[in-house]
T-cell receptor
Framework: QKEVEQNSGPLSVPEGAIASLNCTYSDRGSQSFFWYRQYSGKSPELIMFIYSNGDKEDGRFTAQLNKASQYVSLLIRDSQPSDSATYLCAVLTYGQNFVFGPGTRLSVLP | DTGVSQNPRHKITKRGQNVTFRCDPISEHNRLYWYRQTLGQGPEFLTYFQNEAQLEKSRLLSDRFSAERPKGSFSTLEIQRTEQGDSAMYLC????????????FGEGSRLTVL
């Protein structure tokens, strides 16, 4: 059973702080890792993807991947109230199927 | 490019009825995925197609669920003899064969089974 796990939250951070979201996965054959943001009542939209171990930065977002520990994280710097959403970790398996975690609900307090 | 389109957006049905959802992917996207999402949960994989071939189907999926993608364009997801537990948002997503692997989601079709 391929699984992706996340803390469900809610994670509350004050505006301007760093939000840290974590994800672990069980399938060592997983190739690619994605973070999606989902606003309430809306469909998921891609924030970042990462393939290689290490960090990948895109604006206020940094994705971190550690394949040995089977761990992916997303850091959001200078958090804004508009970042309040559910963040979904998704893993692309060897079979080209995407497995999603349950999501972490983030609340950025003004 | 109008994005991924799903119809109907909302469907209310009585238990035991059959329902069908349609998904029109972004043109030229070879891969098409169906997911189910309930409140507070992440999308749960149902099935996916590469062109017209159904390459994988969730083992958790009841035989009441069937999906097709004739000619490798639009896809339909049919649920037979609906149950209250089928109430959920059904999401369709497409992606190109080459690229980052990003999934482009439709707005979803919300099913309510009474």
């Amino acid at each position: 059973q391929k699984e992706v796990e996340q803390n469900s939250g809610p994670l509350s951070v004050p505006e301007g702080a760093i939000a840290s979201l974590n994800c672990t996965y069980s399938d060592r054959g997983s190739q690619s890792f994605f973070w999606y943001r989902q606003y309430s009542g809306k469909s998921p939209e891609l924030i970042m993807f990462i393939y290689s171990n290490g960090d990948k930065e895109d604006g206020r977002f940094t994705a971190q991947l550690n394949k040995a520990s089977q761990y992916v994280s997303l850091l959001i710097r200078d958090s804004q109230p508009s970042d309040s959403a559910t963040y979904l970790c998704a893993v692309l398996t060897y079979g080209q199927n995407f497995v999603f975690g349950p999501g972490t609900r983030l609340s950025v307090l003004p | 490019d109008t994005g991924v389109s799903q119809n109907p957006r909302h469907k209310i049905t009585k238990r035991g009825q059959n329902v069908t959802f349609r998904c029109d992917p972004i043109s030229e996207h070879n891969r098409l995925y169906w997911y189910r999402q309930t409140l507070g949960q992440g999308p749960e994989f149902l099935t996916y197609f590469q062109n017209e071939a159904q390459l994988e189907k969730s083992r958790l999926l009841s035989d009441r669920f069937s999906a097709e993608r004739p000619k490798g364009s639009f896809s339909t997801l049919e649920i037979q003899r609906t149950e209250q537990g089928d109430s959920a948002m059904y999401l369709c997503a497409s992606s190109p064969l080459a690229g980052t692997g990003e999934l482009f989601f439709g707005e979803g079709s919300r099913l309510t089974v009474l």
